[in-house]
């Protein structure tokens, strides 16, 4: 089992940035993606971005060029820096966790852009 704590978010102007963290413990070294998702209200939870064990990344479309994924391995950490916020990027923020063994799921995050 992996247990993951996020933090970082926050109520932020447009145009702004915010880098939001996601520290994993536990069983992790059967690690194959760790990233991060995003649900704003009424809509479905969606793929912000996600790094593979060997460092391959993955974004959404709507992202890119803005947010870059990253990871510390030796503190078992995974960022999300997000620049050029817009107020569509207001969501909770999942951190998400896939190995051999299963998924895992952080708390959620809150984000907010204010326009």
């Known amino acids: 089992q992996v247990q993951l704590v996020e933090s970082g978010g926050g109520l932020v102007q447009a145009g702004g940035s915010l880098r939001l963290s996601c520290a994993a413990s536990g069983i992790i070294f059967s690690m194959k993606t760790m990233g991060w998702y995003r649900q704003a209200p009424g809509k479905q939870r969606e793929l912000v971005a996600a790094?593979?064990?060997?460092?391959?990344?993955n974004y959404a479309d709507s992202v890119k060029g803005r947010f870059t994924i990253s990871r510390d391995n030796a503190k078992n950490t995974v960022y999300l820096q997000m620049n050029s916020l817009k107020p569509e990027d207001t969501a909770v923020y999942y951190c998400n966790f896939r190995s051999v063994m299963g998924e895992s799921w952080g708390q959620g995050t809150q984000v907010t852009v204010s326009s």
């Open positions: 790094q593979t064990r060997g460092g391959s990344t």
